[in-house]
């Protein structure tokens, strides 16, 4: 058992949570039952670490016997390493050290592609995350990140994915323009989501959701610039009934994806 929280591979493990760190050595955190029994399930290769507390060993017991299944050997720690190493503020006894694994935007292209989510200049982890389970959830076959937008690897963005992030191919650090050129190539129709485009019902209408489709999301707190919509080839804006002021981006998103998803399949 590791007991002490100031041993190197402790150490180690803990400054992942740091972008620079991230970035120097290739690796990233994964906290929590769910997420690394998705890890085990899909992708157990990527695996370089797991640690977890006794109590959680006796608690998640089958995920103990998954790993040691895989080949993932279970280092038991302490609640204090656990904590050490942890990026939440109530951890669940359950940290693993991955492999990061993006998948080269050349290598996605050659794949058939029906739905696709492009982030530019996202900011916000969780929204990022959130976007990743979402597109999961609809079947879509990608999810692209430009070089602006946030660090899909943030431990609060690989939460916020639960487990989404082992199940579908990832992007990272793509030209916007150059990107959305190529998707348009291979006969996808992009769509940018925006306040100043048409209503999504219409757009539907027109049937510009039936066919391969690129979903361009912007930022959080602006949008799309007037270059970015130009990239697109149609604004949509998700219509407000109600009173409500406006819609964050990741519901935004779910919604745009999920009509998509409907459109394709009926």
């Known amino acids: 058992m590791i007991d002490n929280p100031r041993s190197p591979r402790v150490r180690a ?3 992942l949570a740091k972008k620079n760190q991230r970035a120097e050595t290739g690796l990233f955190l994964l906290e929590g039952p769910q997420a690394v029994a998705e890890a085990l399930r899909f992708h157990p290769e990527l695996i370089r670490d797991l640690f977890m507390t006794t109590a959680a060993i006796d608690r998640h017991s089958t995920l103990a016997r998954t790993a040691a299944a895989a080949g993932v050997e279970v280092e038991a720690v302490s609640e204090a390493v656990l904590d050490a190493i942890a990026d939440t503020v109530t951890p669940q006894g359950v940290v693993a050290v991955c492999a990061q694994f993006p998948l080269a ?5 050659q794949r058939e592609l029906r ?3 492009v982030l530019d200049e996202v900011r916000d982890p969780g929204n990022a995350g959130t976007i990743i389970r979402v ?3 609809t079947g879509a076959d990608a999810v692209i990140l430009t070089g602006t937008s946030v660090d899909v690897f943030n431990p609060k963005a690989v939460r916020a994915t639960t487990g989404s992030l082992f199940h579908l191919p990832v992007v990272v650090g793509v030209p916007l323009e150059s990107t959305l050129s190529r998707l348009r190539e291979r006969g ?7 306040v100043s485009g048409d209503d999504l019902l219409a757009v539907r209408s027109d049937g510009h959701l039936d066919g391969p489709t690129a979903w ?3 930022n959080e707190a602006r949008g799309l610039t007037p270059e970015q919509l130009e990239l697109a080839d149609r604004a949509v804006i998700v219509p407000i009934y109600g009173h409500a002021e406006s819609l964050n981006l990741a519901t935004a998103a779910a919604v745009c994806l999920y009509e998509s998803a409907f459109a394709l399949r009926a």
């Open 105 to 109: 935007l050349d290598e996605l292209l």
């Open 188 to 194: 996808m129709r992009v769509l940018a989501a925006d």
């Open 115 to 117: 739905l696709v989510a």
């Open 216 to 218: 361009l999301f912007g």
């Open 13 to 15: 493990a803990a400054k």
């Open 135 to 137: 597109a999961d959830a």
